[in-house]
């Protein structure tokens, strides 16, 4: 009994060793990239920031400011707005803590970002959220016993993606920690725990919709009663609010604004953008046939490769990486932001206790969610009309994706032809 015991013991050391390892490789990775970062920014007086951020130096934090302005004719859907009517009932709240009388100026996002209760206001959201962030990475890496947490829990909360995230003022980093909380405890044994994280789940989808998808997770070994309750809650999260904005006709301009600003988006170039529609545009414009409309066959193909991947995983960090990709592959534009999504399935990963002796996933995933300062594409901006130049950061990311995502359908087929 006592060699057992011991031959086990010596086996869990051995993992975590491992797991060490491959968390001692991202975090140097990362950090190097964030100080490269930096250091660019500092030598270049700020002008390499465009490699990785929005260009448009007068627009920081407008996705926040802009739809909080629209709070000032009651109606948010007045111009089809492209956010679900959850989004508008947190910034109505927002709305409310600014000074009165309002004055017509408040209808003017850049006014907003000028005044100091609106302002706070956005300061206080983004410390709750990257604390909160920062906390449940702690948590899950804690119940794991990995080694050098601390310090991943503090690159990752710097990681690219975190930074255009904050940058751009988007709702999606509440969506995210919202994501990050189910990811942690959906699974937990302690059922008001087990429920928040449902109810958290159902908030980030009304906020975002695609978090949704993470409810898969859900599925396999809870109870069918649960499961529906969960259904329930998740569409009541995101329908009733409509109703505080003229129901079902608001609903319509709801759906109208999301694929006019997904055409608009689209229209912009192919700059910042990781979609499965992105990514083979790249491609098509270096032989000379871009298609300057979005490609519901390239949505189609990035959603089937997803599910391929989905289902033939069977470690739990690949089935989340496949959600992660549906959602950032699946639109016709995902700015860099969505790649915050990544970090759920990195962390199921390096919690992973049969983790591979291999590098190769993880440094790809430290690619993925790098600050990567490099030099635009202009091969492929030269031939296509375009705002957002394309760099090579953007195109390497992608093709990265791609190559991780046929990588895991690879090593699956494998494992299942050497289980027969």
Not at 69 to 75: I, L
Not at 301 to 313: E, K
Not at 324 to 342: E, G, Q
Request: net charge neutral; glycine share 6%; aromatic share 14%.
């Amino acid at each position: 009994m006592d060699m057992l015991n011991n031959n086990v013991l010596h086996l869990k050391a051995v993992c975590v060793s491992e797991q060490g390892r491959h968390i001692k490789l991202f975090t140097l990775l990362i950090s190097c990239a964030i100080i490269i970062f930096l250091l660019s920014a500092i030598v270049t007086h700020g002008s390499s920031l465009k490699s990785y951020l929005v260009p448009d130096v007068h627009d920081t934090f407008m996705d926040y400011f802009n739809m909080l302005s629209n709070m000032y004719y009651g109606d948010p859907y007045y111009n089809h707005s492209n956010y679900p009517a959850l989004c508008f009932i947190f910034w109505g709240i927002m709305f409310e803590a600014l000074p009165t009388p309002i004055v017509p100026e408040y209808a003017d996002g850049f006014y907003l970002r000028q005044n100091m209760a609106a302002m706070v206001g956005f300061i206080i959201v983004c410390i709750l959220c990257v604390v909160t962030i920062y906390e449940l990475i702690r948590e899950k890496t804690d119940s794991e016993h990995l080694p050098h947490r601390r310090l991943l829990a503090i690159v990752l909360v710097f990681c690219g993606p975190m930074i255009f995230c904050i940058e751009r003022g988007n709702i999606l980093l509440i969506a995210f920690a919202l994501t990050l909380f189910f990811c942690c405890f959906y699974n937990s044994n302690d059922t008001k725990l087990r429920y928040a994280s449902y109810v958290a789940l159902s908030i980030a989808a009304g906020l975002k919709i695609y978090p949704a998808l993470f409810g898969l997770l859900a599925i396999r070994g809870h109870n069918f009663k649960e499961l529906c309750g969960f259904v329930v809650v998740g569409v009541l999260f995101f329908t009733i609010p409509f109703f505080a904005y003229g129901g079902f006709n608001s609903i319509s301009d709801f759906l109208s604004g999301y694929i006019e600003s997904s055409d608009l988006g689209r229209g912009q170039g192919l700059g910042y953008n990781h979609s499965m529609d992105s990514l083979v545009n790249s491609f098509l414009a270096i032989i000379g046939k871009y298609n300057q409309y979005p490609s519901v066959i390239a949505s189609a193909i990035g959603l089937l490769v997803g599910v391929v991947a989905y289902i033939t995983s069977e470690e739990l960090w690949k089935r989340v990486f496949s959600l992660a990709i549906i959602c950032v592959w699946v639109p016709s534009f995902s700015y860099t932001y969505s790649l915050i999504l990544f970090i759920i399935p990195l962390l199921f990963y390096l919690c992973d206790r049969q983790i591979n002796q291999k590098y190769t996933y993880t440094v790809l995933f430290s690619i993925i969610l790098s600050p990567l300062v490099t030099p635009n594409a202009d091969f492929i901006n030269n031939v296509i009309p375009y705002n957002l130049p394309l760099s090579v950061g953007t195109l390497l990311v992608n093709c990265v994706l791609f190559v991780m995502v046929f990588t895991i359908i690879k090593d699956n087929v494998v494992q299942r032809i050497h289980s027969v």
